[in-house]
Antibody
Framework: QVQLQESGPGLVEPSETLSLTCTVS????????WTWIRQPPGKGLEWIGC???????NLNPSLKSRITLSLDTSKNQFSLEMSSVTAADTAVYYCARGLNWFDPWGQGTLVTVSS | QSVLTQPPSVSAAPGQRVTISCSGS????????VSWYQHLPGTVPKLLIYENDKRPSGIPDRFSASKSGTSATLDITGLQTGDEADYYCGTWDGGLNWVFGGGTKVTVL
């Protein structure tokens, strides 16, 4: 059974860098694509980007300048870094498996941007 | 504002049918597969439909979907109280940016 679990700070100060990790169990990240999606409070889903098993990334154009996605195959994890965060980046962040559809999803982690 | 347009809400009585539309364009729905997600309150979004009309194992056949031209549709028949959730469509836009619809809240009257 494939399971994904996000981890990282729940509070980030404005202008700082948000860093999240998704730990995958029951499946090798050396296959498939791995995706980050977020949901701001009271709003809909927003795709952040995906990383392939070879490390190639495809990023949301509106976030591209601030985002880095990476893989750590030794730990079966993939990560998201988002720089220069503002209150608008406050959201539940989900990791998921897939490129053309997303399944399964992690439980999600709330990240609040505030001083 | 989402590239994909969904009605904000739909409602029906238990046992009835609801249809959720997802309207796009020639650069997204028309040429890429559509998937649908159910987001129950307090839970994780769940894949309902992939590749326009395929159900993952475990998804009841009460959920069905189709695509025609620049639009896609999700049908829920035999509506149950447990179906109250937000539903999202999604697809690629131009092959470089994945987009979700704005979401549709289903209410069981």
């Amino acid at each position: 059974q494939v399971q994904l679990q996000e981890s990282g700070p729940g509070l980030v100060e404005p202008s700082e860098t948000l860093s999240l990790t998704c730990t995958v169990s029951g499946y090798s990240i050396k296959t498939s694509f791995w995706t980050w999606i977020r949901q701001p409070p009271g709003k809909g889903l927003e795709w952040i980007g995906c990383v392939s098993d070879s490390g190639k990334t495809n990023l949301n154009p509106s976030l591209k300048s601030r985002i880095t996605l990476s893989l750590d195959t030794s730990k079966n994890q993939f990560s998201l870094e988002m720089s220069s965060v503002t209150a608008a980046d406050t959201a539940v962040y989900y990791c998921a498996r897939g490129l053309n559809w997303f399944d399964p999803w992690g439980q999600g982690t709330l990240v609040t941007v505030s001083s | 504002q989402s590239v994909l347009t969904q009605p904000p809400s739909v409602s029906a009585a238990p046992g009835q049918r609801v249809t959720i539309s997802c309207s796009g364009s020639s650069s997204d729905i028309a040429i890429y597969y559509v998937s649908w997600y159910q987001h129950l309150p307090g839970t994780v979004p769940k894949l309902l439909i992939y590749e326009n009309d395929k159900r993952p194992s475990g998804i009841p056949d009460r959920f069905s979907a189709s695509k025609s031209g620049t639009s896609a549709t999700l049908d829920i028949t035999g509506l149950q109280t447990g179906d109250e959730a937000d539903y999202y469509c999604g697809t690629w836009d131009g092959g470089l940016n994945w987009v979700f619809g704005g979401g549709t809240k289903v209410t069981v009257l």
